[in-house]
């Protein structure tokens, strides 16, 4: 929810009311920490957002990115020999038509850094816009070569947020706040790689955009989405550390030093994912409650009424009622 409440800070508020109904996003839910939202409901908002404000990132420069601007950008890169050579262009690009900062990529000994530099006349304030930026240099970066590139870190110049562990479903690698400067790393043999992708390719990319570079769609690069996938393979049973850790090939010590690296625990991840699933299908079914409850791994209906209330501070009866 501090994704969809960070978009809608500076839309109408009854463009909002009406925006978030059409996304399937209950409005009485914008108003609630806890809450949670798909990645469709999200993706969608994302897009309804856009084709309103003509802006394709809504409100978050100081200057508006005109619908088609994801387009031209990577229409100007498709032609690159490699990639080192459509990161340079990619900054050129946003350094056109954006004032709040440039970004700029760099070869540091055997990483990559891509670093977003403030522009001193116009301070850059947002940390949404921050965290986009890199995602769409990301998203765009691995779309060219074909492959998604793993993070070595993130870097981000503004506090710790309230909600950290949303970071771990952006970013496939450790995030560290109050630094120096806002930046990202990769392994610097990536930019040596061949664009892969064609004219004819783009349409799709388009079609599924924010999709396709927004949300990490791939596991296997974080410890901590093994080990929610593992889970959610197993409900409505709840697997013990020491099984998952013995599945995924790691020593119960390794597996709980690996997730504390990533910002997590075993049991906050079986907690969100029992959580993001209840809340689902809550707002997507008309199962029972009791039903639901056994799907996500409780017996005891008063245990999950209880998990729920201490989830997203109310009952899944008052939730659903949102709708």
Same mark, same amino acid.
């Given at each position: &929810?501090?994704?969809?409440?960070?978009?809608?800070?500076?839309?109408?508020? /009854?463009?909002?009311?009406?925006?978030?109904?059409?996304?399937?996003?209950? %409005?009485?839910?914008?108003?609630?920490?806890?809450?949670?939202?798909?990645?469709?409901?999200?993706?969608?908002?994302?897009?309804? /957002?856009?084709?309103?404000?003509?802006?394709?990132?809504?409100?978050?420069? @100081?200057?508006?990115?005109?619908?088609?601007?994801?387009?031209?950008? +990577?229409?100007?890169?498709?032609?690159?020999?490699r990639l080192d050579v459509a990161m340079h262009r990619f900054g050129q690009f946003f350094h056109l038509i954006l004032d709040d900062f440039t970004v700029k990529s760099r070869r540091d000994d055997s990483l990559c850094r891509i670093e977003l530099v403030a522009n001193e006349a116009n301070r850059f304030?947002?940390?949404?816009?921050?965290?986009? &930026?890199?995602?769409?240099?990301?998203?765009?970066? @691995?779309?060219?070569?074909?492959?998604?590139?793993?993070?070595?870190?993130?870097?981000?110049?503004?506090?710790?947020?309230?909600?950290?562990?949303? %970071?771990?479903?952006?970013?496939?690698?450790?995030?560290?706040?109050?630094?120096?400067?806002? +930046? &990202?790393?990769?392994?610097?043999? !990536?930019?040596?790689?061949?664009?892969?992708? %064609?004219?004819?390719? /783009?349409?799709?990319?388009?079609?599924?955009?924010?999709?396709?570079?927004?949300?990490?769609?791939?596991?296997?690069?974080?410890?901590?989405?093994?080990?929610?996938?593992?889970?959610?393979?197993?409900?409505?049973?709840?697997p013990t550390i020491g099984i998952v850790a013995q599945d995924l090939h790691y020593s119960v010590r390794t597996l709980c030093r690996r997730l504390s690296i990533e910002g997590t625990t075993f049991q906050a991840i079986k907690d969100e994912l029992r959580r993001d699933i209840a809340i689902q299908r809550?707002?997507? @079914?008309?199962?029972?409650?009791?039903?639901?409850?056994?799907?996500?791994?409780?017996?005891?209906?008063?245990?999950?009424?209880?998990?729920?209330? %201490?989830?997203?501070? @109310?009952?899944?009866?008052? !939730?659903?009622?949102?709708?």
């Amino acid at each position: &929810m501090s994704l969809v409440n960070g978009f809608l800070a500076g839309a109408d508020p /009854l463009a909002i009311e009406r925006l978030a109904e059409r996304s399937g996003i209950p %409005h009485a839910l914008l108003h609630r920490p806890g809450a949670r939202v798909t990645q469709e409901q999200f993706s969608t908002l994302y897009r309804l /957002l856009a084709a309103e404000y003509d802006d394709e990132m809504p409100g978050i420069f @100081s200057r508006p990115l005109r619908n088609g601007t994801l387009k031209y950008l +990577c229409l100007s890169l498709l032609d690159a020999p490699r990639l080192d050579v459509a990161m340079h262009r990619f900054g050129q690009f946003f350094h056109l038509i954006l004032d709040d900062f440039t970004v700029k990529s760099r070869r540091d000994d055997s990483l990559c850094r891509i670093e977003l530099v403030a522009n001193e006349a116009n301070r850059f304030q947002n940390a949404l816009g921050q965290e986009l &930026m890199l995602k769409l240099v990301h998203g765009v970066a @691995s779309w060219l070569i074909g492959q998604k590139i793993p993070l070595v870190e993130v870097e981000f110049d503004f506090p710790r947020p309230s909600r950290e562990t949303d %970071h771990l479903y952006l970013f496939p690698g450790p995030v560290h706040f109050g630094c120096t400067q806002t +930046c &990202m790393s990769f392994e610097a043999r !990536y930019l040596d790689m061949a664009i892969r992708q %064609h004219k004819s390719d /783009l349409k799709k990319f388009l079609a599924r955009a924010p999709e396709d570079w927004i949300f990490v769609s791939f596991a296997e690069q974080m410890v901590c989405h093994q080990v929610r996938q593992y889970i959610a393979g197993c409900l409505p049973a709840i697997p013990t550390i020491g099984i998952v850790a013995q599945d995924l090939h790691y020593s119960v010590r390794t597996l709980c030093r690996r997730l504390s690296i990533e910002g997590t625990t075993f049991q906050a991840i079986k907690d969100e994912l029992r959580r993001d699933i209840a809340i689902q299908r809550l707002t997507r @079914s008309a199962d029972a409650i009791g039903v639901i409850a056994y799907e996500v791994g409780f017996d005891d209906p008063t245990a999950f009424h209880r998990a729920f209330r %201490h989830w997203t501070g @109310s009952t899944p009866q008052a !939730y659903r009622k949102m709708v």
